[in-house]
């Protein structure tokens, strides 16, 4: 049976809840999305015939400041991933303390069936149907899985369009020339990096001798991998959707990025190297290495194969890859698990750093990006470390309790609304 995200993103906070003595009443607003939307899109394929595809915008929380989140494209994509993925987002961003509430959109299709043109018209009108939503002052939607900066630039000329003037700050993730931010595209990857250098620095270990294994080679996925090879670490295993690729002495990550970035290469297509060898996304997860970045979908290690997991060190690069049930088993086990809402917030913080540089009519240079996202990211996994040696809990509910804290905090200063 298929895990319920929404639930067990409430087990995470009950628990964390549990820990710091939270009663109830300050945080049951926050198991609860403020507003959901579902809409129908009948999209004029290029054949001439119609098909109708269903959306989603949910808002999980909008108390510390604009709903705030990506837009996923996939076939599988349901409403209680939605609303999961909103409310991690509103986590993410009081974790790393960014002006943000907490928000996600998508639609159930499988993207690559669908030319351009079929693209193009179904993000636009999907846009027109969340337009009552969003706004810069109100939703910020941004990438996600399946969804890239030429569908942000559409989402962002539609609704303009629309109101009859320019709005750059309505989407993050943008391209350069419609007013994205330099270093946005790499900004989950780098941020995933700044944080295992960290972390390993507590660890008293060193990149250059860390073997590292990284599922999903998507924008997180090959972002990371990118960094974290020329920070000097020795990746030995990437995969994607077809399969992946494993070399004990490391593997060649800027030529794999370069195959793959050639349109819609996919990794069983790459021609390997002499000793690199094919495994699959379960071999993948079981790799005997020092770090694991499960950089694909949600739901990847769970009681069922947690056994199989050998690395020291998890980092979670995609959103909610661990259940709460393998969660605990891996904490059991003595493995550091560095939870999604910290791990993979460098993409909202670039994105944050997008909207301001819009709303300022400014833009900023890709060092000033990056020190903005370094600076942020070191005082949020300081919070996050330091919660969870008070708490004597794992880091992800050091990382949930310090959110916790600030938006229950945040709550009471505002009051109860009437
Ligand atoms: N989809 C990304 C995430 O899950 C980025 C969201 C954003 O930039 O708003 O964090």
Redesign the pocket.
Known sequence: MKENQYENFIRFMDHAAEIIGLPYDEYVSLRYPERELKVSLPLRMDDNSIQVFEGYRVQHSTLIGPG?????FHKDVELDDVKA?AA??TF?CAMVNIP?GGA?GGIRVDVSKLSMNEKERLTRRYTSAILPLIGPDKD??????GTNPQIMNWIMDTYSMTKGYTVRSVV??KDIEVGGSLGRNEA?GKGIMFIILQLLKKMDMDITNTTIAIQGMGNVGSSAARSLYEAGAKIIAVSDVSGGLYNENGLDINDISAFLDQGRNLLSDYPQKPDDKRITNQELLATECDILIPAALQNQITSKNVDTVKAKIIVEGA?GPISDRADAILYQRGVTVVP?ILA??G??I???CEWVQNIQAHMWSEKEVYATLERILRKAFNQAYKSSKEYECSMRYGAYIVALKKLTGTLKKRGLYP
Request: charged share 20%; aromatic share 6%.
């Open positions: 705030k989140g990506g837009i996923r993925l991690m987002m993410k943000f996600k910020i939607p941004a990438p996600d899985v993050t993730g989950t959103n999604d993979n917030s993409g909202v670039v994105s944050y």
